[in-house]
């Protein structure tokens, strides 16, 4: 009599496992027998892990050096004022004067040349 139930328990067994490793995963699309598949899956999961931790150890490091740069930079103090080379006269003959100046300008840069 307890042979007859091993039996049937070893039965049954056998048939929930051939309907979850089997035909299950055959149903979905997935890999058969995902039972033995399991330790890859985890290995998988441990690698992707590993590998934010170690892209979240260097963004911060960057962070850190962006700060660091920032904290050596030189301050500026504004944008810089252009300066005139010639300056407009007021009055009738601006136009003359302002020739006149060009010229000197640039008689005075040939002869540093």
């Known amino acids: ?3 007859s ?5 070893f ?5 929930l496992m051939l309907v979850t490793q089997i ?3 055959a149903f979905r699309g997935t890999p058969i ?4 598949r399991r330790e890859k899956h985890l290995a998988a999961q441990l690698e992707l892990a590993e590998e934010e931790v170690l892209e979240a150890a260097l963004a911060s490091k960057i962070a850190k050096r962006r700060k660091e740069a920032e904290r050596l930079r030189p301050r500026s103090r504004g944008p810089l004022k ?4 010639f300056r407009r006269p007021k009055g ?3 136009s003359i ?3 006149k100046q060009k010229e000197e300008y640039n008689g005075a840069t040939e002869e540093r040349a």
Do not use: G, H, N
Not at 5 to 9: D, K, N, T
Not at 33 to 36: G, S
Not at 82 to 85: D, N, T, V
């Open 1 to 3: 009599m307890f042979l």
């Open 5 to 9: 139930y091993m039996e049937l328990a």
């Open 11 to 15: 039965a049954a067994i056998l048939l």
């Open 23 to 25: 035909a299950v995963p």
């Open 33 to 36: 027998f995902p039972f033995l």
């Open 82 to 85: 252009r300066r005139k080379l």
């Open 92 to 94: 009738p003959s601006s």
């Open 97 to 99: 004067q302002l020739q």
